[in-house]
């Protein structure tokens, strides 16, 4: 079975940084690209950044260009989102997403950790 | 890139038909059929209901179908059941490996 726990949400103050951590389990990890996607409270899915399966071709949205870096450890099975100089509209449900192989669209996604970026 | 427009709920009756839309542009839906949709219930993970525009995943209902026609993809659903409500979703891809999603319609089964 499929699985992916996504863990290290919390609360941050605006400024500040943060790792989020996502445990795959059940699938050739070390096969598959692997996205990030958030949802703001009472808001919809927004894409947040996309990694190739070898980890050399990282991709990402615009807002977060530069101050989020995501990286992947195959031989432990996770993927990871560095968050840096977090501001309050980064406050959000994080989900990471698997992508198919030989397609575009994530098929298997976790439950999601809770980032609140507040003072 | 602004989200892809859906309208922001949608209603129906258990056994009747509905239609959500998915509006995008020709750099996005309407450049490829790499459109898809997911059902999401608030506090679970997203599930994948419709692929590649038209495909479904093994195991999802044959009452969930997609289609698209220019720039704008739709997923219908037909025979209405209370589990069906939820929040649906549709994706596009979007170029340099970016996904699109759009804003969300919220099912209500009434």
């Known amino acids: 079975e499929v699985q992916l726990v996504e863990s290290g949400g919390g609360l941050v103050q605006p400024g500040g940084s943060l790792r989020l951590s996502c445990a795959a389990s059940?699938?050739?990890?070390?096969?598959?690209?692997m996205h990030w996607v958030r949802q703001a409270p009472g808001k919809g899915l927004v894409w947040v950044s996309r990694i190739n399966s070898d980890g050399s071709s990282p991709s990402y949205a615009d807002s977060v260009q530069g101050r989020f870096i995501i990286s992947r450890d195959n031989a432990k099975n996770t993927l990871y989102l560095q968050m840096n100089s977090l501001r309050a509209e980064d406050t959000a449900v994080y989900y990471c997403t698997r992508e198919p192989v030989g397609r575009v669209e994530p098929d298997y996604w976790g439950q999601g950790t809770l980032v609140t970026v507040s003072s | 890139q602004s989200a892809l427009t859906q309208p922001a709920s949608v209603s129906g009756s258990p056994g009747q038909s509905i239609t959500i839309s998915c509006t995008g542009s020709s750099s996005d839906v309407g450049s490829n059929n790499l459109v898809s949709w997911y059902q999401h219930h608030p506090g679970k993970a997203p599930k994948l209901m419709i692929y590649e525009g038209s495909k479904r995943p093994s195991g999802v209902s044959n009452r969930f179908s997609g289609s698209k026609s220019g720039n704008t993809a739709s997923l219908a659903i037909s025979g209405l059941q209370a589990e069906d409500e939820a929040d649906y979703y549709c994706?596009?891809?979007?170029?340099?490996?970016?996904?699109?999603f759009g804003g969300g319609t919220k099912l209500t089964v009434l």
């Open positions: 059940g699938f050739s990890f070390s096969t598959y690209w």
């Open positions: 994706c596009s891809y979007a170029g340099s490996s970016s996904l699109l």
